[in-house]
């Protein structure tokens, strides 16, 4: 029996002082911090339904604000939703991951970077959403959600001022959706003092998943 091996591809340190890791088994690529597993190509199915909660396929342009660019699948189903004159700001916080779309993972969806209707931003979606723009969709997939894993700054979004601004920088009836790894019914609480409505979602990892293991929090202004 042949065990196929696993290859590093690229490494990087996270603004924490975590070490990165890029690896590739199998054809399946897997980024990893600290030795957690952050995410991987095996198992995208909720990045892909927060796009779905939010993006209602539609001849009206659209303006989506994506933080946090991962390995680009919620980029992906995106840009399959919305018209082709809408526009799609991507936030990243590292440029290794940017770089790392674009070297290795161009097959998967690295190249969707290059699609006219994409900007990629090196820069904090917490500071983009104070900018002054208004989106009608945001999609918040930063760090382990409510609980940080990249930095431990990111915790901010989550907070009662996060809340405030995300709500601030959607347009009327706009939408944000938060990824989440797991529950957290505190945090809908303080959805709900912010927001009109607020849903939390379970979602799966990838499709034939016997079990629910994320959340996503689906809240409207």
């Known amino acids: 029996m042949n065990v196929k091996p696993t290859t590093t591809l690229a490494t990087s340190t996270s603004p924490d002082g975590e070490t990165i890791v890029l690896q590739e088994h199998d054809g399946h690529h897997f980024l990893k911090i600290g030795g957690v597993p952050l995410m991987s190509t095996t198992a995208a199915s909720s990045e892909q339904t927060m796009a779905e909660l939010a993006c209602e396929p539609s001849e009206k342009a659209q303006r989506v604000l994506i933080g946090g ?18 526009e799609i700001v991507v936030a990243e916080l590292l440029q290794e991951l ?11 969806n690295g190249r969707l970077l290059d699609d006219s ?5 090196l820069k904090d979606v917490f500071k983009i959403m104070q900018g002054g723009e208004r989106y009608d969709v945001i999609l918040l997939d930063v760090d382990n959600s409510p609980d940080p894993l990249v930095q431990k700054g990111n915790a901010r979004l989550y907070k009662r001022r996060g809340l405030e601004i995300a709500r601030a920088a959607l347009r ?12 957290d019914p505190g945090f809908v609480k303080s959805l709900k003092q912010v927001f009109s409505k607020v849903e939390a979602i379970p979602a799966k990892a990838y499709p034939k998943a016997k ?11």
């Open 98 to 108: 940017i770089d790392w779309n674009r070297d290795y993972l161009g097959e998967v």
């Open 172 to 183: 009327p009836r706009g939408r944000v959706v938060y990824w989440s790894a797991h529950p």
């Open 69 to 86: 660019l991962g390995f680009g699948f919620t980029l992906r189903k995106v840009l399959e939703l919305v018209s082709e004159d809408s």
């Open 117 to 121: 209707r994409v900007s990629v931003q």
């Open 211 to 221: 079990r629910y293991t994320h959340t996503l929090f689906l809240a409207l202004r």
